[in-house]
């Protein structure tokens, strides 16, 4: 299988080609570092989720997780290989390469909407309204739409009575 170095893959993200970066670790400690665009599929949701995030098969894959992770790596791409997808690469080294080579990682989920979010916010001086202040309004039934741009998954553990899902930056 092909490897990427994490100069390469730095040179990638900053081009034009399309592909896909997953990581296949679980979820927990994909968020406590990954790289920002990587998505996060982990080995044992694989069947369930990876139609759905990379739904063209013939698009380049490169695979990631620690350092360390031959094994799972290897595992992940045979079932990806199963599954009809072709051309896929590993990250040499995996994260820990990534961050050696001097390149950020990032925790967290759904980073690069939150960064843009955080971002409109600061540039646009987006105007606040604490919990306590949204209460009184929701309480003296004042005219207001609540929005939630969080994926589905966080919204349906836990939102704002009345709030509105919208999911994306």
Same mark, same amino acid.
């Given at each position: 299988?092909?490897?990427?170095?994490?100069?390469?893959?730095?040179?990638?993200?900053? =081009?034009?080609?399309?592909? #896909?970066?997953?990581?296949?670790?679980? $979820?927990?400690?994909?968020? /406590?570092?990954?790289? %920002? *665009?990587?998505?996060?599929?982990?080995?044992?949701?694989?069947?369930?989720?990876?139609?759905?995030?990379?739904?063209?098969?013939?698009?380049?894959?490169?695979?990631?997780?620690?350092?360390?992770?031959?094994?799972?790596?290897?595992?992940?791409?045979?079932?990806?290989?199963?599954? =009809?997808?072709?051309?896929? #690469?590993?990250?040499?080294?995996?994260? $820990?390469?990534?961050?050696? /080579?001097?390149?950020? %990682? *990032?925790?967290?989920?759904?980073?690069?909407?939150?960064?843009?979010?955080?971002?409109?916010?600061?540039?646009?001086?987006?105007?606040?309204?604490?919990?306590?202040?949204?209460?009184?309004?929701?309480?003296?039934?004042?005219?207001?739409?609540?929005?939630?741009?969080?994926?589905?998954?966080?919204?349906?553990?836990?939102?704002?009575?009345?709030?509105?899902?919208?999911?994306?930056?």
């Amino acid at each position: 299988m092909d490897k990427i170095s994490p100069r390469s893959l730095y040179e990638l993200i900053k =081009g034009k080609s399309e592909f #896909s970066l997953v990581d296949l670790r679980e $979820d927990g400690v994909f968020g /406590e570092r990954h790289l %920002l *665009f990587a998505v996060n599929i982990p080995l044992s949701h694989m069947e369930f989720l990876v139609g759905n995030l990379i739904p063209n098969r013939h698009v380049p894959i490169i695979l990631c997780g620690k350092g360390n992770d031959e094994d799972l790596i290897d595992r992940g791409a045979l079932r990806l290989k199963t599954f =009809g997808y072709k051309n896929i #690469s590993i990250l040499s080294g995996g994260v $820990d390469a990534w961050e050696q /080579e001097g390149f950020e %990682l *990032f925790s967290g989920i759904n980073v690069p909407s939150k960064a843009f979010g955080e971002f409109i916010e600061t540039n646009n001086k987006t105007p606040h309204v604490s919990a306590e202040k949204l209460e009184q309004m929701i309480k003296l039934e004042e005219k207001l739409v609540i929005l939630d741009s969080r994926p589905f998954s966080e919204y349906e553990l836990m939102s704002i009575p009345g709030g509105i899902n919208v999911p994306g930056a």
